[in-house]
T-cell receptor, first 114, second 114 residues
Framework: KAGVTQTPRYLIKTRGQQVTLSCSPI?????VSWYQQTPGQGLQFLFE???????NKGNFPGRFSGRQFSNSRSEMNVSTLELGDSALYLC?????????????FGEGSRLTVL | QQQVKQSPQSLIVQKGGISIINCAYE??????FPWYQQFPGKGPALLIA?????SEKKEGRFTISFNKSAKQFSLHIMDSQPGDSATYFC?????????????FGQGTTLQVKP
């Protein structure tokens, strides 16, 4: 069974640009969550999508947005990039509804903003 | 109330020793407490998890101890091995809400010396 796939794995952008990251969840998983990981702040929840609807949102500015498609694939977008947006962006999927709580993480997309 | 505090930040243990990582939370609505293990270049992976109705859960060399009244929980790694060298994150969630949102601790980098 394929795991969570994130693309691209690495990318470099400059301040003011925007970026789109993609996540393909494990087959059958309908919930996709996004996390930002930085050395200083650790793992911080960005948002969660379930059945194409945002179900939960973390404390990030509106420059961070996301969406989910009917096949459960998800994208997140960061507009007007700032230096502080440099981070590892992790996507996690879960089989929502079983209440097991286990999140399956991808290997992340490492964003560097210059 | 949304914080999970984790200590120590880093830990060095000799092979065969016991590694202990502690976490504390404030939000009494949390009812699911997982531990995730992350190797360099990889996403976090669920190691072991506990619900508040038990005080201890053991899986192989890994044990979670849970103290509901103190709002603290800890991970014990018995007979630590060099392969256990990784970053460990505790987390908490109101799992009854069935979302993909986890509140993570800051992480502990464990090094097990041969």
């Amino acid at each position: 069974k394929a795991g969570v796939t994130q693309t691209p794995r690495y990318l470099i952008k400059t301040r003011g640009q925007q970026v789109t990251l993609s996540c393909s969840p494990i087959s059958g998983h309908r919930s996709v969550s996004w996390y930002q990981q930085t050395p200083g702040q650790g793992l911080q929840f960005l948002f969660e999508y379930f059945s194409e609807t945002q179900r939960n949102k973390g404390n990030f500015p509106g420059r961070f947005s996301g969406r989910q498609f009917s096949n459960s694939r998800s994208e997140m977008n960061v507009s007007t990039l700032e230096l502080g947006d440099s981070a590892l962006y992790l996507c996690a999927s879960s089989r929502s509804g079983t209440n097991t709580g286990e999140l399956f993480f991808g290997e992340g997309s490492r964003l560097t903003v210059l | 109330q949304q914080q999970v505090k984790q200590s120590p930040q880093s830990l060095i243990v000799q092979k065969g020793g016991i590694s202990i990582i502690n976490c504390a939370y404030e939000n009494t609505a949390f009812d699911y407490f997982p531990w995730y293990q992350q190797f360099p270049g990889k996403g976090p992976a669920l190691l072991i998890a506990i619900r508040p109705d038990v005080s201890e859960k053991k899986e192989g060399r890994f044990t979670i101890s849970f103290n509901k009244s103190a709002k603290q929980f800890s991970l014990h790694i018995m007979d630590s091995q060099p392969g256990d060298s990784a970053t460990y994150f505790c987390a908490a969630s109101p799992i009854s809400s069935n979302t993909g949102k986890l509140i993570f601790g800051q992480g502990t980098t464990l090094q097990v010396k041969p």
